[in-house]
């Protein structure tokens, strides 16, 4: 269950997981500072930011946390995995490996935090055009979402799947929006 502040405001706290270079840190900064970032160094450990959103007339919180996909922030990685409301899963659309990859990913989280999480699968890098969807197709993708939210139960929801640009500003609130409408939901139905 999130938190829930003095004025009923719920507080989710949200990981964003994928491999390093995916774009994650990105995205991330731009959702928060509205721009892309001019100066984007390799996460250390983790970052930390934090965002109103508004769901019609409901006013939620997120906690992002963005985390390295480096091997040697496994252990630090994992104890951010605790309480966890919510997961933004990261591939670059234009490297096959690390749609794949997120396999590696979603075992963690739900090793990790014991318990089924709601996601969004998230594309990124979708301007580069000539380069996306090479050796694997949207369908590869779509089933692959498909087959996660079997796997971590999503109360019936089928997890999105969402292709972004943080260079050209395609879709970059819809990730961080979406789950906060699902988590939103999900908190509803439990009294
Ligand atoms: N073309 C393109 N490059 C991007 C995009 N998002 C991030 N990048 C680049 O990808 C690299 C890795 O980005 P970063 O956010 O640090 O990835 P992280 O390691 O997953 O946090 C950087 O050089 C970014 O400028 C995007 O939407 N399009
Ligand atoms: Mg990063």
């Not at 970032?37 to 109103?52: A, E, I, Q, S």
């Not at 508004?54 to 496994?74: Q, T």
């Not at 749609?99 to 301007?127: A, M, Q």
Request: include cysteine.
């Amino acid at each position: 269950m999130p938190f829930t502040d003095e004025e009923g405001v719920h507080y989710f706290k949200v990981l964003i997981l994928g491999d390093s270079d995916t774009g994650k840190t990105a995205l991330r900064r731009h959702f928060i500072e509205g721009k892309h970032p001019n100066v984007l160094r390799p996460t250390m450990g983790t970052d930390f930011g934090y965002k109103t959103v508004r769901l019609g007339s409901i006013i939620v919180k997120l906690g992002l946390w963005d985390v390295s996909g480096k091997e040697r922030f496994a252990n630090v990685r994992r104890l951010y995995y605790h309480y966890c409301n919510g997961a933004i899963l990261v591939f670059d659309l234009t490297r096959k490996d690390t749609l794949f990859n997120l396999g590696k990913w979603i075992l963690e989280l739900v090793e990790s935090t014991g318990h089924s999480v709601p996601c969004v699968l998230v594309g990124t890098k979708y301007d580069l055009r000539d380069k996306i969807y090479q050796d694997f197709s949207r369908d590869k993708v779509l089933n692959f979402a498909m087959r996660l939210s079997m796997y971590i139960g999503s109360l019936g929801i089928t997890i999105p799947f969402i292709e972004t640009s943080s260079i050209s500003n395609y879709n970059v609130s819809r990730p961080f929006t979406e789950l906060a409408y699902i988590m939103h939901r999900i908190v509803d139905h439990c009294p």
